[in-house]
């Protein structure tokens, strides 16, 4: 627990010096006077704000997300004596509001916080949960015995899993936080009335969603007025998810997960309505009321390994994250990349990750259901096995097999490639505090837009979690669906310790190459000389065990002739991950560093500037 002396959060004045960030248009809103005066989707008029910066370096603090609003939210919660809990909880909420396609109340996440005075490492397991009635054939149709095709089942009430984001934030602030709930939503309620300023991110991810938002008559009155999606440079409210959050503020998490609301999400679930002219099979789900109401966070001890001296936490199963970026780091363990050519540092990098994800895809899953072999996974001993079958001048043939659980030498067992069903979108925070404190937060409501279904009313979209389970059932599969399971998540929050203090927090959104993203910007800040700003810029590439390497056109453009050297073949992602990650090197200098371009580019913030 944070001592409470060090870091209790001034809530009146810091939500009063948010409600200025926010009107003046401080980094991304309009003006105090348009902001009050725009409806959702009407032109801004005035000087436009200037750019949010990417980057900043200094003291007393650092936030960095894929948002500037959100951000700035949680400078000022840092400002005004917050901790990195209560800025963390708040930039969340915030992202909820600006963020609605990739966050919010209806999904869930994993949260990992590093205590500086204790120097111990926490994390909150807030995943999605099945549906207690849901059986382990759920996504099977039952008219011709072969699965549902993947798109159907995300825009349907099957792929709802009960959200676990609310209960992560109270865990939260109850155990390290020095504020409540209440005045964390404050900021978050104000940016949904004042609204927030559309930039064409959000609008092409609108459009991309346009005819499933129009099949379901609550998303479409929200996020598509008028039949089109909010212009750039228009102010969007969202004054449903303002009272939402505000009766949630009056009365705490139970307004979530026990009474009215809780049955309005099991409703739209179970029965969800859609237009008279819509065509999606829209499938009814299994959420019930006492789902929610039974739902519960899980707080466990972070996974660790070593890596060239620091000490790397991240999360445990359920999520994937933990045990396989720490595994690719094991085995990149037994090479000197710092001494390799560049290219053959990256060919080892990618054959690193795809010899992980084999035994990622063989052993993991909800601990709860599944003897996942973490220790195991986890063990250097286990690593420099599987490093025993890379070959430094070729790559291996894809997908190789996982290593048996027993390995001590190069010996192998079959595995057939599974099918990826993770999506790329979700988000992800930093937060690092006066004090040392640390949060690495990342959260999400599945596909880009979740299920496709608001809740009417309430201004918040519902997850498609639960297409993250394997759709074939499979007594040998980790991740089949079972009642009350958590579906493997490949989220991967990272707080990285250099002598008992935190030197970089770091994750990304981006489905199953999160794993890869946080792995490579690792290897590109500590073996491969870059800054955090250059490691997190670097074009990527991510190899997660499959024929082709799946790589941007800026890694593809500078690298692929030389890995083609190697026997790698590439397949192209236009965009990878969107990194938000914070380094405070020995003297306490702050660098937080977010994406300059990707998903239309993050905001990394410090308290005091230096210079």
Not at 105 to 128: K, W
Not at 131 to 145: C, E, L, Q, W, Y
Not at 370 to 379: A, C, G, H, I, S
Request: aromatic share 6%; glycine share 10%.
């Amino acid at each position: 627990m944070v001592n409470v002396d060090r870091g209790r959060f001034a809530a009146g004045r810091s939500i009063i010096a948010i409600a200025a960030a926010l009107s003046l248009a401080a980094f991304a809103a309009p003006t105090a006077a348009t902001a009050d005066t725009a409806a959702a989707g009407t032109a801004v008029t005035g000087r436009p704000a200037p750019p949010a910066p990417a980057t900043s370096t200094g003291f007393g603090g650092a936030v960095s997300s894929v948002d500037a609003s959100a951000s700035a939210v949680g400078l000022e919660v840092l400002r005004d004596g917050g901790n990195a809990v209560d800025a963390a909880v708040a930039t969340a909420a915030a992202l909820g509001v600006t963020e609605p396609y990739s966050a919010g109340i209806g999904g869930g996440g994993y949260l990992v916080y590093f205590d500086a005075e204790t120097g111990e490492v926490s994390t909150i397991d807030g995943r999605e949960t099945a549906p207690a009635a849901m059986p382990s054939d759920a996504f099977i149709d039952p008219v011709t015995g072969a699965p549902y095709a993947f798109a159907d089942a995300v825009s349907s009430g099957l792929s709802v899993g009960t959200p676990g984001t609310l209960a992560t934030w109270e865990a939260a602030l109850d155990e390290f936080g020095t504020t409540s709930l209440r005045d964390a939503l404050q900021p978050a309620i104000l940016l949904a009335t004042k609204g927030f300023v559309v930039d064409q991110t959000f609008r092409d991810q609108t459009l991309a969603n346009q005819a499933r938002f129009a099949a379901f008559p609550a998303t479409a009155e929200l996020f598509l007025p008028g039949g089109d999606a909010p212009k750039v440079g228009s102010v969007f409210k969202n004054l449903d998810l303002a009272r939402t959050m505000r009766q949630i503020a009056l009365g705490g998490t139970d307004v979530f997960y026990e009474g009215a609301l809780a049955d309005e999400m099991a409703a739209v679930a179970q029965a969800p309505t859609t237009t008279p002219d819509a065509t999606l099979p829209v499938y009814p789900g299994y959420l019930t009321a006492d789902d929610l109401a039974e739902y519960e966070v899980l707080e466990q001890a972070p996974t660790h390994v070593e890596y060239r001296g620091l000490d790397v936490y991240g999360m445990a199963p359920s999520s994937s994250g933990g045990t396989t970026v720490g595994e690719s780091l094991n085995i990149l363990e037994n090479f000197d990349l710092a001494g390799a050519d560049p290219v053959q540092a990256l060919h080892l990098y990618l054959e690193a990750t795809a010899h992980a994800f084999a035994d990622r895809n063989a052993y993991v899953g909800d601990t709860a259901f599944v003897d996942v072999p973490t220790e195991t996974l986890l063990n250097q001993s286990f690593a420099d096995a599987r490093a025993c079958v890379i070959d430094p001048d070729a790559a291996s043939v894809k997908p190789v097999p996982p290593a048996p659980l027993d390995a001590a030498g190069c010996a192998t067992a079959a595995l057939d490639e599974p099918l990826d069903t993770e999506n790329i979108s979700t988000t992800h925070l930093s937060v690092v505090d006066q004090w040392g404190n640390a949060v690495a937060y990342t959260l999400t409501i599945e596909q880009t837009g979740g299920s496709g279904m608001t809740v009417p009313g309430r201004g918040f979209l519902l997850n498609n979690e639960l297409t993250d389970f394997s759709f074939v059932p499979s007594p040998a599969d980790p991740n089949i669906v079972e009642p009350g399971k958590r579906p493997r998540s490949s989220m991967s929050p990272t707080i990285v310790l250099d002598g008992g203090e935190v030197r970089y927090v770091v994750g990304s959104p981006g489905g199953s190459t999160i794993i890869t993203t946080v792995a490579q910007v690792l290897v590109n800040r500590i073996d491969l000389g870059m800054t955090l700003p250059e490691a997190v810029a670097a074009p990527r590439a991510s190899q997660r065990n499959t024929a082709a390497v799946a790589a941007e056109p800026a890694f593809r453009a500078a690298y692929e002739a030389a890995l083609a050297e190697y026997g790698h073949t590439f397949s192209t992602s236009a965009e990878i991950g969107a990194v938000a990650a914070i380094e405070v090197d020995a003297d306490g200098l702050m660098t937080a560093a977010a994406e300059p371009v990707r998903r239309g580019g993050g905001t990394g913030l410090v308290v005091e500037p230096a210079g």
